[in-house]
Each structure stands twice: as structure tokens, then as C-alpha cells.
């Protein structure tokens, strides 16, 4: 059992946007800015695409957005494209130089 | 380009020891945090352990009393091993970096392709 709870399937249409959530708790999510969002495509690594809750590495597009209230983390796909359908894991510090990673979302794009 | 590359045997037996190693190139070591992260078969990630250039190490809890990282810089690798396998460690094992932030604060920036390793008799 994941320590982070993310639901396992998303979807959206060609443009549209889709938010997939990252829920933890008072030990995790909610106690450090340290969530991550990772893009897996079937058969390679992950890739980060978001970290320190809101920030994109140099080479993701600004349609990836990442935020956080609370317990809970989110990932924001806005304009969604057919390469966007990948798996999508949230990562979080959960102290004692632990790292939990949620369970992973499915997103498909219709 | 920074790349890692993971090697060792595809298939253990069960209650042996799974060693894998992951060759680091384009890039020096030093300086950085080296992970190993597990993905069962069509299932989640997994963090297993770190370890840093220096030799200082941290592992995950549920795996402590199995795991043993170590690394040789001057050739520039590190290592897994995890003795009294079962079934339930087969998995794709990916070595990854991560820069030197606290909190593993900025992700695994670059990640070897995985391989998997099987838990069977």
C-alpha cells in the first residue's frame, strides 16, 4: 500500500485540462514543500516534470502545473495532448530521509 | 549528458542475494545523491535507498535489515545488494541521481533505463 493516495485513472479530451490529486498527510505532503510529479510512458523511466511542489524543470512545457493545499498535492495538465498520456506518480519527503511515492494516476487522453 | 546504466542478473532464487550495480558516465559522482528506486511489474514506484558519494547512506525503512548500497567513485558506480529475496522483491530496478538539496526537494533528474530482476526457483 502507497503511502501517498492518487486515483489510479484519469482522462481528458485533446485540449482540455485534467488535475490529478496527491493525498498524504500531516507527515508528509503536509509538512514539507518537497512533492515531486514524475511522467512515466510505457517501457521507459520516469521523468520529473514538477518539484518542490510547483516547479518545472528547464525543457517542460508551462501546460504542467503543480500545487498544493494542505494534505494534498495536485498535478494540473492544461491543454492536453496525445503524448501526455502516460502514468503520473507524486513523490514526497516524508521524513527521516524517507521518500513515499503515491500509487501512481493513468491518464488517458480520449 | 549524464547517463546511468544498470547491470546484473536477471533471475534469483529465492532467500539468495540480489546484487545489482549501476554505472554512472558523462558526469562525476561526487557531489551528488545516487538512489535506487523499484517498480513491480505493472505497479508503483518504490524508493529503496540512497546513498552519497562520500559512502553515507539512508535506506527505506521496510527494507533496512536486507540492504547494503555502496559506491567506488574513482570507477564511478554504485551498488545494490539485498540478500533473503522473495517473490515479492521482482521488479524493475532503476538507479537515479539527485542533486545535493535536502528532502530529495528537487526529484531524480536522471534515471538508467531499469532492469528487471526476478525473484524465482
Known amino acids: 500500500q502507497s503511502a501517498l493516495t492518487q486515483p489510479p485513472s484519469a482522462s481528458g479530451s485533446p485540449g482540455q485540462s485534467v488535475t490529478i490529486s496527491c493525498a498524504g498527510s500531516?507527515?508528509?505532503?503536509?509538512?514539507?514543500?518537497?512533492v515531486c510529479w514524475y511522467q512515466q510512458h510505457p517501457g521507459r523511466a520516469p521523468k520529473v516534470i514538477i518539484y518542490?511542489?510547483?516547479k518545472r524543470p528547464s525543457g517542460v512545457p508551462d501546460r504542467f502545473s503543480g500545487s498544493k493545499s494542505g494534505n494534498t498535492a495536485s498535478l494540473t495538465v492544461s491543454g492536453l495532448q496525445a503524448d501526455d498520456e502516460a502514468d503520473y506518480y507524486c513523490?514526497?519527503?516524508?521524513?527521516?530521509?524517507?521518500?513515499?511515492f503515491g500509487g501512481g494516476t493513468k491518464l488517458t487522453v480520449l | 549528458q549524464v547517463q546511468l546504466q544498470e547491470s546484473g542478473p536477471g533471475l534469483v532464487k529465492p532467500s539468495e542475494t540480489l546484487s545489482l550495480t549501476c554505472t554512472v558516465s558523462g558526469g562525476s559522482m561526487t557531489g551528488y545523491f545516487w538512489s535506487w528506486i523499484r517498480q513491480p511489474p505493472g505497479k508503483g514506484l518504490e524508493w529503496v535507498g540512497y546513498?552519497?558519494?562520500?559512502?553515507?547512506?539512508r535506506y527505506n525503512p521496510s527494507l533496512k535489515s536486507r540492504l547494503t548500497l555502496t559506491v567506488d567513485t574513482s570507477r564511478n558506480y554504485f551498488s545494490l545488494r539485498l540478500n533473503s529475496v522473495t517473490a515479492a522483491d521482482t521488479a524493475i530496478y532503476y538507479c537515479a541521481r539527485h542533486p545535493p538539496v535536502p528532502e530529495f526537494r528537487q526529484g531524480f533528474d536522471y534515471w538508467g533505463q531499469g532492469t528487471l530482476a526476478t525473484v524465482s526457483s
Open positions: 513523490s514526497s519527503y516524508a521524513g527521516s530521509d524517507n521518500l513515499a
Open positions: 518542490e511542489v510547483s
Open positions: 500531516s507527515s508528509d505532503v503536509g509538512a514539507y514543500n518537497s
Open positions: 546513498i552519497l558519494y562520500t559512502g553515507f547512506s
